[in-house]
């Protein structure tokens, strides 16, 4: 482990995909007189703490695990959420110039009610979203920057959180331009993680989780198909790595030379599960990046993701807590 930790100050990352902002909002219950005007009981937020969502909770644990640069490519708004990302992501050594503001759209942005008294999320999230496809001018800045800056990095991350055709920044074009980058760059670890398109990619390293997967082969093979033939999936995509992941059991690598499982360490009484797909992802490219092994890769993941899922929140795994973890 110590090996890989070691060479992630060595490593650059880019997060191409939904970059958003995640609020943490505490209310107090005692405080929820209703409004004059309207009689309606109000929600009284007394503190609030924002992180870079999404996306950005990828760039989040890389940037934890010591990656020397990590850096976002996706499509804000000209607004507060805005602002309050570029700053969260400031406050993390996360570079956010590559970020497109666009007037047109409003910043994705995830608002989460915490319960003062109980420590609990109780309320209906508020999320801010955007029900348009992105605009002409701001996918062509997505595209151009993603071209110039492909070289410069080690790890590519693609994070495509839309489950519709709207709103996301990974659309067809963008698909396309990773497509073709990829093969032109076999040095790099190129990885996708989608949650409705991932049957869409090739040539890439591919992070579907087993229902992910599943939907997917339905899609490109039809409903008779075994719901457990992930190497299909792989040929179809043209994939050179295929990872089905399976939440706290462990993840399915998926190659043409066959199938290997790579368990997890049980861990009981997670705190939050929130954000351990992403947690996983992180540590798999910092150390497929660092070592070429698919297999100690997915295992130094899990052990990433163990250590977030006792955290509230989308938390991080630093190098000193990964190395106090023993087997």
Same mark, same amino acid.
């Given at each position: 482990?110590?090996? $890989? ?10 997060? =191409? ?48 695990? #010591?990656?020397?640069? =990590?850096?976002?490519?996706?499509? $804000? ?27 047109? =759209? ?5 608002? @989460? ?51 519709? #055709?709207?709103?996301?920044?990974? +659309? ?5 331009? $990773?497509? %073709? ?10 990885? !996708? ?15 579907? +989780?087993?229902?992910? &997967? ?16 992930? #190497? ?23 190659? %043409? @030379? ?9 861990? %009981? ?6 954000? &351990? ?8 490219? !910092? ?19 163990? $250590?977030?899922?006792? @955290? ?16």
């Amino acid at each position: 482990m110590k090996d $890989i930790l070691d060479k992630a100050p060595g490593l650059a990352a880019l997060i =191409v995909g939904d970059v958003c902002l995640d609020r943490w909002c505490r209310y107090d219950p005692l405080l929820g007189e209703p409004s004059r005007e309207t009689g309606i009981p109000r929600t009284a937020v007394t503190s609030a703490e924002v992180t870079p969502g999404a996306a950005g909770t990828v760039a989040n644990n890389l940037a934890a695990l #010591g990656v020397g640069r =990590v850096s976002v490519l996706g499509v $804000i708004g000209q607004d507060g959420h805005g602002f309050e990302l570029r700053r969260a992501l400031q406050l993390r050594g996360i570079e956010g110039d590559l970020l497109v503001e666009s007037a047109e =759209v409003q910043t994705f942005t995830y608002t @989460k009610l915490i319960n003062h008294s109980t420590g609990k999320e109780d309320q209906p999230r508020i999320d801010f979203v955007n029900q348009s496809k992105l605009p002409g001018s701001a996918v062509r800045l997505v595209l151009d920057r993603l071209q110039g800056v492909f070289d410069q990095f080690d790890i590519v991350m693609v994070c495509d959180q839309a489950e519709s #055709g709207c709103g996301g920044v990974v +659309n067809e074009a963008v698909r396309a331009l $990773i497509q %073709e980058l990829a093969p032109v760059y076999p040095d790099k670890v190129v990885m !996708v993680d989608s949650r409705a398109h991932i049957a869409d990619f090739r040539n890439v390293i591919a992070k579907p +989780n087993h229902i992910e &997967a599943q939907r997917a082969l339905r899609e490109v093979l039809g409903e008779s198909v075994d719901q457990f033939a992930y #190497g299909a999936l792989r040929e179809h995509m043209q994939s050179p790595l295929l990872l089905v992941t399976h939440g706290g059991e462990g993840v399915l690598l998926v190659t %043409e @030379k066959g199938e290997r499982w790579v368990p997890t360490i049980p861990v %009981e009484n997670p705190v939050d599960i929130c954000g &351990a797909g992403d947690s996983f992802a992180a540590g798999f490219t !910092v150390a497929y990046a660092a070592t070429r092994d698919a297999a100690r890769a997915a295992g130094f993941g899990n052990r990433v993701a163990s $250590i977030t899922i006792m @955290k509230p929140g989308t938390g991080t795994a630093s190098p000193a807590e990964l190395l106090a973890v023993r087997s």
